[in-house]
Protein backbone atom coordinates (compact mmCIF):
# COMPACT_ATOMS: atom_id res chain seq x y z
CA UNK A 1 0.00 0.00 0.00
CA UNK A 2 1.46 3.38 -1.36
CA UNK A 3 2.05 6.20 1.23
CA UNK A 4 -0.64 8.21 -0.49
CA UNK A 5 -3.28 5.62 0.04
CA UNK A 6 -2.25 5.24 3.81
CA UNK A 7 -2.86 8.75 4.02
CA UNK A 8 -6.21 8.86 2.31
CA UNK A 9 -7.65 5.96 4.24
CA UNK A 10 -6.12 7.66 8.01
CA UNK A 11 -8.33 11.22 7.36
CA UNK A 12 -11.28 8.78 6.28
CA UNK A 13 -11.09 7.08 9.69
CA UNK A 14 -10.34 10.27 11.53
CA UNK A 15 -13.16 12.10 10.04
CA UNK A 16 -15.94 9.59 9.82
CA UNK A 17 -16.83 9.80 13.60
CA UNK A 18 -17.23 13.81 13.71
CA UNK A 19 -19.00 13.76 10.25
CA UNK A 20 -21.20 11.19 11.92
CA UNK A 21 -21.77 12.89 15.24
CA UNK A 22 -22.65 16.19 13.25
CA UNK A 23 -25.32 13.98 11.49
CA UNK A 24 -26.64 12.66 14.58
CA UNK A 25 -26.71 16.07 16.43
CA UNK A 26 -27.90 18.24 14.12
CA UNK A 27 -28.85 17.12 10.40
CA UNK A 28 -31.25 14.61 11.89
CA UNK A 29 -33.04 16.33 14.83
CA UNK A 30 -33.23 19.45 12.20
CA UNK A 31 -35.01 16.92 9.44
CA UNK A 32 -37.14 16.01 12.77
CA UNK A 33 -37.93 19.00 14.28
CA UNK A 34 -39.15 20.92 10.76
CA UNK A 35 -40.72 17.62 9.49
CA UNK A 36 -43.11 17.71 12.91
CA UNK A 37 -43.50 21.13 12.88
CA UNK A 38 -44.17 21.30 8.82
CA UNK A 39 -46.65 18.47 9.29
CA UNK A 40 -48.78 20.43 11.42
CA UNK A 41 -48.30 23.39 9.42
CA UNK A 42 -49.26 21.52 6.28
CA UNK A 43 -52.38 19.57 7.99
CA UNK A 44 -53.86 23.11 8.91
CA UNK A 45 -52.75 24.70 5.59
CA UNK A 46 -54.67 21.65 3.29
CA UNK A 47 -57.67 21.72 5.46
CA UNK A 48 -57.83 25.65 4.81
CA UNK A 49 -57.12 25.33 0.88
CA UNK A 50 -60.00 23.01 0.82
CA UNK A 51 -62.23 25.65 2.92
CA UNK A 52 -65.33 27.46 1.21
CA UNK A 53 -64.30 30.28 2.98
CA UNK A 54 -62.27 32.59 1.27
CA UNK A 55 -60.85 34.02 4.38
CA UNK A 56 -59.11 30.89 4.88
CA UNK A 57 -58.33 29.15 1.32
CA UNK A 58 -56.85 32.55 0.02
CA UNK A 59 -54.04 33.03 2.33
CA UNK A 60 -53.27 29.15 2.42
CA UNK A 61 -53.36 29.22 -1.68
CA UNK A 62 -50.39 32.40 -1.77
CA UNK A 63 -48.55 30.97 1.08
CA UNK A 64 -47.77 27.52 -0.55
CA UNK A 65 -47.88 29.70 -4.23
CA UNK A 66 -44.86 31.66 -2.68
CA UNK A 67 -42.79 28.51 -1.23
CA UNK A 68 -43.36 26.25 -4.44
CA UNK A 69 -42.14 29.58 -6.16
CA UNK A 70 -38.89 30.22 -5.29
CA UNK A 71 -35.62 28.35 -4.23
CA UNK A 72 -35.28 27.01 -0.63
CA UNK A 73 -31.79 28.45 -0.57
CA UNK A 74 -32.92 31.64 -1.06
CA UNK A 75 -35.90 30.95 1.45
CA UNK A 76 -33.00 30.32 3.97
CA UNK A 77 -30.97 33.39 2.73
CA UNK A 78 -34.07 35.82 3.57
CA UNK A 79 -34.66 34.33 6.93
CA UNK A 80 -30.72 34.20 8.06
CA UNK A 81 -29.23 36.86 6.13
CA UNK A 82 -32.63 39.02 5.36
CA UNK A 83 -34.27 39.66 8.84
CA UNK A 84 -31.64 41.24 10.37
CA UNK A 85 -31.74 44.09 8.44
CA UNK A 86 -35.24 44.28 10.00
CA UNK A 87 -34.01 44.02 13.32
CA UNK A 88 -34.73 40.10 13.47
CA UNK A 89 -31.43 38.14 13.79
CA UNK A 90 -31.52 34.37 14.44
CA UNK A 91 -29.11 32.01 14.96
CA UNK A 92 -28.26 29.35 12.49
CA UNK A 93 -30.45 26.20 13.95
CA UNK A 94 -33.62 28.21 14.61
CA UNK A 95 -33.33 30.27 10.86
CA UNK A 96 -33.00 26.76 9.24
CA UNK A 97 -36.05 25.03 11.42
CA UNK A 98 -37.70 28.08 10.67
CA UNK A 99 -36.81 27.97 6.60
CA UNK A 100 -37.45 24.10 6.47
CA UNK A 101 -40.60 23.92 8.19
CA UNK A 102 -41.99 26.21 6.05
CA UNK A 103 -40.72 24.54 2.85
CA UNK A 104 -41.98 20.98 4.19
CA UNK A 105 -44.69 22.74 5.67
CA UNK A 106 -46.55 23.92 2.04
CA UNK A 107 -45.04 21.20 -0.41
CA UNK A 108 -46.66 18.77 2.10
CA UNK A 109 -50.14 20.22 2.54
CA UNK A 110 -50.38 19.43 -1.28
CA UNK A 111 -50.05 15.64 -0.30
CA UNK A 112 -52.14 15.91 3.08
CA UNK A 113 -54.75 18.04 0.94
CA UNK A 114 -54.47 15.27 -1.86
CA UNK A 115 -54.53 12.66 0.54
CA UNK A 116 -57.78 13.74 2.30
CA UNK A 117 -59.34 14.26 -1.34
CA UNK A 118 -58.53 10.83 -2.33
CA UNK A 119 -61.82 9.85 0.35
CA UNK A 120 -65.27 9.15 -1.25
CA UNK A 121 -67.12 11.84 -0.33
CA UNK A 122 -70.00 8.77 0.51
CA UNK A 123 -67.20 8.81 3.48
CA UNK A 124 -68.64 12.02 4.51
CA UNK A 125 -72.33 11.49 3.75
CA UNK A 126 -72.07 8.09 6.10
CA UNK A 127 -70.63 9.98 8.90
CA UNK A 128 -73.25 12.80 8.81
CA UNK A 129 -76.04 10.26 8.26
CA UNK A 130 -75.41 9.03 12.03
CA UNK A 131 -75.03 12.60 13.67
CA UNK A 132 -71.08 13.05 13.47
CA UNK A 133 -70.29 17.11 13.38
CA UNK A 134 -67.73 17.21 10.31
CA UNK A 135 -64.72 17.75 12.83
CA UNK A 136 -65.70 14.02 14.56
CA UNK A 137 -66.18 12.59 10.12
CA UNK A 138 -62.22 14.07 10.49
CA UNK A 139 -60.94 12.81 13.14
CA UNK A 140 -62.70 9.56 13.23
CA UNK A 141 -63.04 8.46 9.47
CA UNK A 142 -61.17 10.46 6.88
CA UNK A 143 -57.92 11.51 8.63
CA UNK A 144 -57.43 7.71 9.47
CA UNK A 145 -57.57 6.50 5.79
CA UNK A 146 -56.20 9.53 4.60
CA UNK A 147 -52.81 8.71 6.54
CA UNK A 148 -52.56 5.51 4.78
CA UNK A 149 -52.53 7.08 1.35
CA UNK A 150 -50.46 9.73 2.41
CA UNK A 151 -47.72 7.80 4.15
CA UNK A 152 -45.24 6.97 1.17
CA UNK A 153 -44.94 10.48 -0.12
CA UNK A 154 -44.48 12.10 3.13
CA UNK A 155 -41.71 9.41 4.24
CA UNK A 156 -40.25 10.34 0.72
CA UNK A 157 -41.13 13.82 1.55
CA UNK A 158 -38.62 13.60 4.40
CA UNK A 159 -36.01 11.47 3.21
CA UNK A 160 -35.42 14.83 0.97
CA UNK A 161 -35.45 16.39 3.81
CA UNK A 162 -32.33 15.21 5.53
CA UNK A 163 -30.90 15.19 2.37
CA UNK A 164 -32.07 19.09 2.29
CA UNK A 165 -30.65 19.85 5.35
CA UNK A 166 -27.08 20.07 3.62
CA UNK A 167 -28.17 23.57 2.20
CA UNK A 168 -28.32 25.05 6.05
CA UNK A 169 -24.40 24.60 6.00
CA UNK A 170 -24.66 27.90 4.23
CA UNK A 171 -26.55 29.85 7.37
CA UNK A 172 -23.54 28.13 9.49
CA UNK A 173 -25.38 25.08 11.13
CA UNK A 174 -22.74 22.90 12.04
CA UNK A 175 -24.56 19.67 9.97
CA UNK A 176 -22.12 16.99 8.24
CA UNK A 177 -21.72 19.60 5.32
CA UNK A 178 -19.92 21.90 7.54
CA UNK A 179 -18.32 19.61 9.21
CA UNK A 180 -16.96 18.14 5.74
CA UNK A 181 -15.72 21.37 4.55
CA UNK A 182 -13.61 22.34 7.76
CA UNK A 183 -12.07 18.91 7.84
CA UNK A 184 -11.28 19.63 4.39
CA UNK A 185 -9.95 22.55 4.59
CA UNK A 186 -7.32 21.05 6.71
CA UNK A 187 -7.05 17.86 5.59
CA UNK A 188 -7.24 18.91 1.43
CA UNK A 189 -8.65 15.59 0.47
CA UNK A 190 -12.31 17.30 -0.71
CA UNK A 191 -12.82 14.70 -3.13
CA UNK A 192 -12.52 11.61 -0.76
CA UNK A 193 -14.09 13.73 2.50
CA UNK A 194 -17.25 14.59 0.06
CA UNK A 195 -17.51 10.85 -1.07
CA UNK A 196 -17.46 10.37 2.62
CA UNK A 197 -20.07 12.36 3.58
CA UNK A 198 -21.92 11.50 0.36
CA UNK A 199 -22.13 7.53 1.62
CA UNK A 200 -22.98 8.77 5.31
CA UNK A 201 -26.67 10.64 4.11
CA UNK A 202 -26.80 7.20 1.42
CA UNK A 203 -26.76 5.45 5.20
CA UNK A 204 -29.62 7.72 6.91
CA UNK A 205 -31.93 7.71 3.70
CA UNK A 206 -31.55 3.74 3.47
CA UNK A 207 -32.79 3.02 7.09
CA UNK A 208 -35.37 5.95 6.47
CA UNK A 209 -36.21 3.78 3.50
CA UNK A 210 -36.29 0.55 5.83
CA UNK A 211 -38.88 2.50 8.33
CA UNK A 212 -40.80 4.18 5.13
CA UNK A 213 -41.39 0.19 3.91
CA UNK A 214 -42.12 -0.88 7.78
CA UNK A 215 -44.87 1.66 8.03
CA UNK A 216 -46.49 1.20 4.62
CA UNK A 217 -46.70 -2.59 5.73
CA UNK A 218 -48.01 -2.02 8.71
CA UNK A 219 -50.54 0.52 7.80
CA UNK A 220 -51.78 -2.14 5.03
CA UNK A 221 -52.19 -4.66 7.84
CA UNK A 222 -54.37 -2.20 9.74
CA UNK A 223 -56.57 -1.26 6.69
CA UNK A 224 -57.07 -4.99 5.97
CA UNK A 225 -58.49 -5.65 9.54
Known amino acids: MSERTEQIIETLVESFWPILQAGLEFTIPLALISFVLGLILAFFTALARMSKFKLFSWPARFYVWII ?6 VQLFIIFFGLPSVGVTLDGFPAAVIGFTLNVGAYNSEIIRAALQSIPKGQWEAADSIGMTR ?8 VPQAVRVAVPPLSNSFIGLVKDTSLAAIITVPEMLQVTQRINAVKYEGLWLYIEVALIYLIFSTVLSTLQGYLERRYDRYVSH
Not at 68 to 73: D, H, S
Not at 135 to 142: S, T
Open 135 to 142: RQALRRII
Open 68 to 73: RGTPLL
